[in-house]
């Protein structure tokens, strides 16, 4: 079964911090590596996402860094906010099946 | 505003009962997906759909149908409740290709016991 391995669990972040998570990815077909954001009692939505022939892309205070030679790609959120505090989900694919990884709740504490 | 709804947000169910799960989406989505999400275990498809009256298993079917006879509408069933079958249910649909953004409907919490 194809994999992606999310880290950590969880994370608890101070307001105005850098909250960072990462994943790991086996499969070299996968080539679409989305993020998903869900809050409490919510669908999760997309966040961002990135191709593999970029090694950086950034959304406001989101920002997806991507290496392909180690198959890993992460997210950072600057300047972390408390309504940033979600589940967060990583992903990829190489078809129009995603697999996720587990998931990383993320508490902003003021 | 272009949604999928999920037709219940709680459901309890006893052992053994028919459970149907009714998806619907108004964007005209080809693609429709069941998941179900468990602590821990995050999101895992069970089915999904990339046309009317097609379907293709995904990584934990057994346990599980599906029914798509409307092109907007996605029916997850069981067949027969079990307790370990006590979880999220998460609809979402998409355009056909690779990248295209997933649209989650709200969920389904569902209880066997």
């Known amino acids: 079964q194809q994999q992606v391995k999310q880290s950590p669990q969880s994370l608890i972040v101070q307001k105005g911090g850098i909250s960072i998570i990462n994943c790991a990815y086996e499969?070299?077909?996968?080539?679409?590596f989305p993020w998903y954001q869900q809050f409490p009692g919510k669908g999760p939505a997309l966040l961002i996402a990135?191709?593999?022939?970029?090694s950086e892309k950034k959304e406001g205070r989101f920002t997806i860094s991507f290496n392909k030679s180690a198959k890993q790609f992460s997210l950072h959120i600057m300047d972390s906010q408390p309504g940033d505090s979600a589940t967060y989900f990583c992903?990829?694919?190489?078809?129009?099946?995603?697999?996720f990884g587990k998931g990383t709740k993320l508490s902003v504490i003021p | 505003d272009v949604k999928v709804t999920q037709s219940s947000r709680y459901l309890v169910k006893r052992t053994g009962e028919k459970v149907f799960l009714e998806c619907v989406q108004d964007?005209?989505?080809?693609?429709m997906f069941w998941y179900r999400q468990d602590p821990g275990l995050g999101l895992r498809l069970i089915y999904f759909?990339?046309?009317?009256?097609?379907?293709e298993k995904g990584d934990i079917p057994e346990g599980y149908s599906v029914s798509r006879e409307k092109k907007e509408r996605f029916s997850l069933i069981l067949e027969s409740a079990s307790t370990n079958q006590t979880s999220m249910y998460l609809c979402?649909?998409?355009?056909?290709?690779?990248?295209?953004?997933?649209?989650f409907g709200s969920g389904t919490q569902l209880s066997v016991l």
């Open positions: 979402a649909s998409s355009f056909p290709g690779r990248g295209e953004k997933l649209l």
């Open positions: 992903a990829a694919t190489g078809s129009y099946q995603l697999t």
């Open positions: 964007m005209d989505h080809e693609n």
């Open positions: 499969n070299t077909a996968f080539d679409y």
């Open positions: 990135i191709r593999p022939d970029v």
């Open positions: 759909s990339y046309d009317v009256k097609m379907k």
